[in-house]
């Protein structure tokens, strides 16, 4: 996708940069065009590694604790519970969200403007330790397709109940949302997933994961958008296939990091699900607390009670 970019900025480049020297160039001034030909691409390369690194896929070390809970949809109850788990663990602990922080559902009450107000505050106040994912629904805001549960397009419902000064503090905070956590202790991490294999076939799914920008898919078909490119994946897939996920985790080890297992929100599950060996599920119910020290490679080293706890 990148590559593709840089070959457009140059043909274009080029192509002015002849027109403005005319068709009688002289030997020097072919050779200079080369010269500065080459000199774009590489800085647009250089340009473009520096921006790559973690703007979607945050690694984190082997050393100490990492709470992940799944969706919120609006519950200040739950919010508040894992914010009162999360300051009483201390300092070396991590805390994921896997997306979706607004947009309630019945049962209670849809306080999603507070659960975004408080969060903010909180990633601002811990940074690195606070990594709050995108989720459809926020993405919703800045490119994605639009969301409906119950007959209501919550996108539209929300926004419309927003001052505009209010709604674009939100579409900056969503921008500035990573897609997928990498641990060193070989675990990934994402709303959902896992990309499919055909997406992924012979690509860099680090580099281009960390290049994407939410904004491009604002015209795409949304069936086109959620099967066949790495974002849709990374927020709307519900196909737990084996041989995707295993095709998706050796292309997160490619930077020699190896991956075991994807741990995903996004799909209702009655408390978790394990799917083969290497994902799990994760609903609202329960969150998943590990030892960031331990080297995970399966599923099955997950207990109940010890790291999938009820919440």
């Known amino acids: 996708m990148m590559n593709d970019r840089i070959k457009k900025i140059e043909k274009r480049y080029k192509k002015e940069l002849n027109a403005l020297l005319g068709e009688g160039k002289t030997l020097l001034q072919q050779e200079l065009i080369k010269r500065l030909e080459s000199v774009l691409v590489d800085c647009l390369a250089e340009n473009n590694e520096a921006a790559a690194k973690d703007r979607r896929v945050v690694s984190l070390p082997r050393k100490g604790n990492l709470k992940v809970f799944a969706d919120i949809h609006g519950n200040w109850k739950d919010y508040s519970r894992i914010k009162e788990i999360f300051l009483g663990s201390g300092k070396d602990c991590y805390l994921v969200l ?11 009450q849809d306080e999603s403007e507070k659960v975004l107000d408080d969060l903010i505050k909180l990633k601002k106040r811990y940074r690195k330790r606070v990594i709050p994912l995108l989720g459809d629904h926020e993405h919703s805001y800045i490119g994605g397709p639009n ?13 419309y109940r927003l001052s505009p ?12 949302l990573p897609l ?11 709303h959902s997933g896992p990309v499919r294999a055909v997406v992924i076939n012979e690509v860099d799914l680090i580099y281009e994961t960390n290049m994407i920008d939410y904004d491009d898919f604002a015209d795409i078909d949304p069936y086109e958008f959620r099967d066949n490119t790495i974002l849709g994946n990374l927020l709307w897939n519900r196909n737990y296939n084996q041989e995707d996920a295993r095709a998706f985790l050796d292309a997160l080890s ?42 995970i490679k399966s599923v099955e080293q997950f207990k109940r009670g010890m790291h999938i706890k009820k919440f």
């Open 147 to 159: 969301v409906s549960k119950h007959g209501v397009n919550q996108t539209l419902a929300f926004e």
């Open 165 to 176: 000064d209010k709604m674009k503090k939100y579409r900056e905070f969503f921008r500035s």
């Open 254 to 295: 490619q930077d020699g990091n190896k991956c075991f297992l994807a741990v995903y929100g996004h799909t209702p599950v009655d408390g978790y699900r394990m799917v083969g060996g290497n994902q799990l599920i994760l609903s609202p119910s329960c969150f998943l607390e590990i030892d960031l020290s331990e080297r």
């Open 180 to 190: 997928l956590v990498k641990t060193d202790n070989g675990i990934a991490i994402s």
């Open 98 to 108: 896997l997306g979706d922080y607004i947009h309630g559902s019945p049962g209670y």
